[in-house]
């Protein structure tokens, strides 16, 4: 007479998704520490050179009202003289320029290009 063997059940655990999990935290991991930007987190203060001197920005604002009228500093002046303000300041400057909605485009872009030729590169336009 023959007995049939009963086969005994395997408990051992199954490594295939185990190794499948650990690759996908290994790649989770690797990409969320690309977003960290880890320069804004460290302080530092930079020494000083005895003559490095930084210069302020000055901000100058121009505004154009709705009838056309310029306005620099608070002072109602014409286009040129508006070039010749900006032609005699001096050191790093930037011009923020208000104007009002129903204004012309092509009057702020002329603004624009006085304060290009006179060097100014930092060019605002304010928005509300």
Known sequence: ?????????????????????????????????????????????????????????????IELTADGQLFWQGKQLSLDELKRQLQATTGKRSVLIRADRSLPYGQVVQVMGVCQQAGITDIGVAIK
């Open 1 to 61: 007479m023959r007995f049939q063997r009963m086969d005994e059940e395997d408990y051992r655990p199954e490594l295939t998704p185990l190794v499948d999990v650990v690759f996908q935290l290994i790649i989770f991991f690797m990409v969320s520490t690309v977003f960290i930007d880890f320069t804004r987190q460290i302080k530092i203060s930079p020494p000083e050179a005895p003559g490095g001197k930084v210069q302020p920005q000055i901000t100058y604002t």
